[in-house]
């Protein structure tokens, strides 16, 4: 293990002006945090964070990243939390750790392929700093040095498998080739050690056959380069097993001498010289046809640069050499990481080529000093997606500002249409409730669920917009059609004929309507009148409107209202798209009530002596018979009440508890007179009908500070 002292002195090798005192704490912080914890393998837990710092010195990172690699683990397993870190190392510090300690708490819960690169983009969308992501994966990295000391085969298999799909490919992606080389060699090991063996034994029986053949090159190459003139750098490596384990699966091929294996590197000072190298081995050695490449001219997706060529080399061998410069070698090797060598103002910046790093580089260019740049880079390549998890683990991606409802609808139009409720993270919240990476997600449906209109208000995505748009347009025609028939019966009746619907059809292509239901929905929606309709099925017979007298003010009676066979049912449900309670009067079960009919609204219900009839006098074919279902209390209504209490202490808490023990619930308060005697308000109280609320303004009125109370009417 890396003691105190050879850790700061790794630091200071390439910092000298580096905070000893930070690192110094932070490794005493990370001991006595873990204590006497101890790893699968028997060391003490400790041993971990220092050898995760150790990694990450290798790539020169700055103190903050070393510190954060030293503290990674202790808000996760210790007892130690955030606020102490803030506390003693600063926000900053707090807020790298805290992006770890995050990242480790998610994990592929099924090991479904597709989902990979989904969890690899989710993990970058929550690195944000990207030194998040590199103590990420220098912890992967020891975890997984130390792999063989957990003895659970199926977790050892989970944790490879992860890092194959995982982290090798996020190591790629941010150009640290070292990194992915052993995470995938590693992962290797455990998913296919057989595999791994045939290729290392392979490798050995080569390397006794040849000798020490990677000298011999590297000796001719360098000798012919001095000749030319050219200042380079060569070096010859083995690719690992698993490289070389997925070259031969992919292309099909056996490997018969080392050199096919091998990658020799000629490191130079400039691209010319690239050039230059490149020419003086093709006209040396004859060129393996269909192996030259150009990342030079044309960068990696990931940055890498590069020439590539294949020869038919000294002794006879084939093999493979890069050409590049100390920079491209730099980024090679190791990916972004080599930025902050050169943020360090150590050598210029030309990264123009590492395209996804592109805005990274900008704010480099533009910030004064290496702390703005730090300060300012956060990952913003996912800024339109949110990465969300359904219980059993799998990925929803959704657009950002996405809700429980868009996460329904990505799940599953059915989940979606008969949503209910959610629950994000294990607690009940609101479906409008906006998603934040990392949330578990789990919709609560019910069989009679359906969509609402005022989800459309929210709802992000293109999906769940348009099947509730669907939902809401053929809801409408439905509930409008209902409410046509309803009104056609009456009208039928009324005019003196029977309904049937063969009659009505008769009418369908004066009316240019497709079907029966059409029409009833235009009578519904108000497009048409009932008498409209009946007239044009019997032209010719229109008798004088029956004077009807409407008599709107008549007190309610007390017996229960007589259910027509022409009364249109009407319950809590009803209330929506074609039916509206009026909000001068709540009309509540039990009251006596009647509709009008408003063109393009479909009905609204008001009670019978609700003053809002006046204004419908003249126009009875608007008003409509309509009637309680039974079983309409069920529901749940609104009813208001105005009420004047006096002006003292606890006049409205006693208020609140009078209605509350009479099982009345709230909704709404409004004080619309305050003198320095009464409060005069109006309280809107959910209740099952008119009965209920009658029970509640008895009640108050046996209240003493309550100075009058009444049902609240237009
Ligand atoms: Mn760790």
């Excluded at 309709?533 to 017996?559: E, Q, Y």
């Amino acid at each position: 293990m890396i003691r105190q002292f050879e850790l700061l002195e790794r630091v200071k090798a390439y910092d000298p002006k580096v905070d000893e005192d930070a690192l110094n704490r932070a490794y005493v912080f990370s001991v006595k945090a873990h204590g006497t914890q101890k790893r699968a393998s028997g060391d003490p837990y400790f041993s971990h964070p220092v050898e995760v710092a150790g990694i990450l010195t290798r790539y020169k990172l700055d103190a903050a990243t070393i510190v954060t690699a030293l503290l990674h683990d202790t808000v996760e397993d210790t007892v130690a939390t955030l606020d102490e870190i803030e506390a003693g190392f600063g926000a900053d510090i707090a807020r790298l750790v805290d992006g770890v300690t995050k990242l480790s708490r998610i994990e592929l819960q099924s090991d479904h392929s597709k989902q990979a690169e989904n969890f690899r983009k989710l993990v970058l969308a929550m690195s944000e700093d990207i030194r998040v992501l590199l103590v990420k994966l220098a912890d992967r990295l020891h975890n997984m040095r130390t792999l063989s000391a957990i003895e659970n085969v199926d977790k050892r298999r989970r944790i490879a498998l992860e890092t194959m799909e995982i982290y090798a490919p996020l190591a790629e992606r941010i150009g640290m080739q070292d990194f992915k080389d052993e995470l995938e060699d590693r992962a290797f090991a455990e998913l296919n050690p057989d595999g791994r063996e045939s290729i290392v034994n392979r490798l050995d029986y080569l390397r006794q056959q040849g000798g020490e053949i990677v000298p011999r090159i590297i000796a001719e190459l360098d000798g012919l380069m001095r000749k030319e003139g050219v200042t380079t750098v060569i070096s010859g490596r083995e690719k690992s097993p698993y490289s070389i384990w997925r070259k031969m699966q992919r292309n099909n091929v056996e490997f018969e001498q080392l050199s096919d294996i091998m990658a020799f590197r000629v490191v130079v000072q400039s691209v010319a010289d690239c050039y230059r190298v490149l020419g003086v081995i093709h006209s040396r050695y004859a060129v393996v046809p269909g192996r030259f490449k150009d990342y030079i001219s044309t960068p990696k997706p990931n940055g890498y640069r590069s020439l590539h060529t294949g020869i038919i080399g000294p002794e006879r061998q084939r093999i493979e050499i890069q050409v590049r410069t100390e920079e491209m070698h730099q980024i090679a090797e190791l990916g972004v990481a080599a930025h902050w060598k050169y943020a360090q103002g150590a050598d210029r910046i030309d990264g123009r080529q590492y395209r996804w790093l592109r805005e990274l580089l900008d704010i480099l260019e533009h910030a004064s000093s290496p702390e703005e740049f730090l300060e300012h880079t956060k990952l913003e390549m996912f800024h339109d997606q949110v990465f969300c998890f359904t219980p059993k683990g799998d990925i929803i991606t959704l657009p950002r500002g996405a809700t429980a409802v868009d996460f329904a609808y990505a799940v599953h139009s059915e989940v979606g249409d008969t949503c209910v409720g959610s629950k994000i993270n294990g607690r009940l919240m609101p479906l409008r409730t906006q998603l934040k990476n990392g949330d578990q997600v789990e919709v609560l449906v019910s069989r009679n669920g359906t969509p609402s209109p005022e989800w459309e208000r929210f709802v992000v995505s293109g999906k769940a917009r348009a099947r509730i748009r669907r939902y809401v347009r053929s809801q409408k025609h439905k509930e409008y059609a209902d409410l046509g028939r309803a009104i056609l019966h009456k009208a039928f009746r009324q005019e003196g004929y029977e309904f049937t619907e063969k009659a009505v059809s008769t009418v369908l292509e004066k009316y240019k309507y497709r079907s029966n239901d059409d029409v009833y929905a235009a009578v519904g929606e108000g497009i048409l009148t009932g008498r409209d309709v009946v007239h044009a099925i019997f032209p010719g017979t229109r008798k004088p409107a029956r004077d009807r007298k409407i008599l709107p003010f008549r007190r309610s009676r007390a017996k229960s209202v007589p259910t027509k066979a022409e009364a249109v049912p009407i319950t809590g449900l009803s209330a929506g798209i074609a039916i509206h309670f009026a909000g001068c009067c709540h009309p509540l079960p039990g009251d006596r009530i009647v509709g009008i009919i408003t063109t393009g609204k479909g009905v609204t219900i008001h009670t019978i002596d609700c003053e809002t009839l006046q204004g419908f006098a003249d126009a009875p074919e608007r008003w409509l018979d309509v009637a309680w279902s039974s079983g309409a209390e069920d529901e749940g209504y609104v009813g208001r009440v105005s009420v004047l209490v006096a002006n003292e202490p606890g006049s409205l808490g006693g208020l609140s508890t009078v209605i509350g023990k009479s099982h009345g619930n709230i909704s709404n308060l409004k004080i619309t007179n305050r003198s320095t005697d009464f409060f005069e308000m109006l309280i809107d109280v959910e209740v099952r009908d008119a009965k209920h609320l009658t029970d509640i303004i008895a009640a108050l009125r046996a209240s003493s500070f309550v100075n009058s109370v009444e049902r609240a009417r237009g």
